[in-house]
């Protein structure tokens, strides 16, 4: 007997995943900031890590998550929980806990841990009310803590992944228009429990000249940064707006902006066509799925991805209220950069048994 393995890895996939990270960390190098070499060094490390457990989540069999998916879900809730109870607050914002080495920011674990749980519900139930139900209550603990931290852009990620989720399952449109109607009648609910100035944020969404010096200046230096690249851009380090930090979190939230300036509009379309590739990679793994559960978690991440950049980058060009959501492999930061890598790792496995081993 031969025994033939699986098909190859899809190298585009990781190749993608792997230039994304580059591309930030070159562009991180590049932006006038207070400890720029820790910060260099600290995302060289993390991305080493995410690289090693990609590995590591390629060679296990992914449907082991199936199994053990609850029990993280349920993890993930008592870390959520206890953010609030002992996290670390910056920026106004109380999302991380501080390990030493680095600050882990739960949320960004939870999002891949609620597709992994989606996709094991959405796997073992029908399309019925009763499992709709279940899926949105699964999906409301972590996005009401995430909401308390405050972290709105991200729990808006979840949700919106959550929807997109059951929106594949196949439920009966009436189910999306229930859902439709209950969520506009809680906006104002909703408006009404926003903190002072993520009101203004919205405010100044809508009109951002009202308050050039506060709630709408970050979306103002954003655009004057994405507006001053041009076509070919100003330079790696020459970029006025990141050089003499008018931008603000120029390497989390404002990357993009920062990547504008520096290798202007071609840079940006490089960019972006990373991103697109990582995306129909990662379809492409939902395609070839041999399972139901591997289908559901390729395309939750997939919704992720695109999710978390079109806000990124919508917020950078001024077409989003500015929330903090960084672009996924290229922002710095530890627990984004790790969890998306690790996710690339599960997607891998997906791709790596998409065919039965066959004996002859």
Same mark, same amino acid.
């Given at each position: ?65 199936? %199994?053990?998916?609850?029990? @993280?879900?349920? /993890?993930? =809730?008592? *870390? +959520?929980?206890?953010?609030?109870? !002992?996290?670390? &607050? ?56 995430? %909401?308390?931290?405050?972290? @709105?852009?991200? /729990?808006? =990620?979840? *949700? +919106?992944?959550?929807?997109?989720? !059951?929106?594949? &399952? ?191």
């Amino acid at each position: 007997m031969i025994l033939r393995l699986p098909k190859p890895i899809d190298w585009p996939l990781y190749l993608a995943a792997l230039a994304l990270q580059i591309f930030g960390i070159i562009v991180i190098s590049s932006l006038g900031l207070a400890g720029r070499g820790q910060l260099i060094t600290n995302q060289i490390i993390f991305a080493a890590i995410g690289v090693v457990l990609a590995g590591l989540l390629t060679a296990l069999d992914y449907r082991t998550f199936k %199994v053990i998916a609850n029990y @993280l879900y349920f /993890a993930v =809730i008592g *870390l +959520l929980v206890l953010v609030l109870l !002992l996290g670390t &607050k910056v920026f106004g914002a109380t999302r991380w806990i501080d390990l030493g080495i680095f600050q882990f920011q739960p949320s960004e674990l939870a999002k891949p841990i609620l597709v992994m749980t989606l996709s094991k519900l959405l796997t073992e139930r029908t399309a019925e009310i009763k499992t709709a139900v279940i899926a949105i209550l699964v999906t409301a603990v972590p996005f009401v803590l995430t %909401v308390t931290q405050p972290d @709105l852009g991200t /729990a808006l =990620i979840m *949700l +919106l992944t959550a929807l997109a989720m !059951l929106a594949l &399952k196949g439920f009966p449109r009436r189910f999306a228009l229930a859902g439709a109607v209950i969520i506009l009648a809680l906006l104002p609910i909703f408006f009404s429990g926003l903190r002072p100035y993520q009101r203004e944020r919205l405010v100044s969404f809508f009109n951002p000249a009202a308050d050039p010096l506060g709630s709408g200046y970050n979306t103002k230096q954003s655009l004057i940064a994405v507006g001053s690249g041009g076509l070919m851009g100003r330079g790696l380090g020459q970029g006025s707006q990141s050089q003499l930090q008018f931008l603000p979190v120029a390497h989390i939230d404002f990357i993009f902006a920062g990547v504008a300036e520096a290798t202007g509009f071609l840079g940006s379309l490089l960019l972006i066509g990373l991103i697109a590739v990582l995306l129909l990679r990662i379809v492409n793994v939902a395609r070839v799925a041999q399972d139901e559960f591997g289908y559901y978690f390729a395309f939750g991440a997939a919704f992720l991805f695109f999710f978390s950049a079109s806000i990124n980058i919508g917020v950078n060009l001024g077409l989003l209220p500015a929330t903090g959501i960084p672009l996924p492999l290229v922002s710095y930061g530890g627990t984004q950069t790790i969890t998306s890598l690790a996710t690339i790792g599960i997607l891998q496995s997906i791709y790596l048994r998409h065919k039965k081993i066959r004996f002859s």
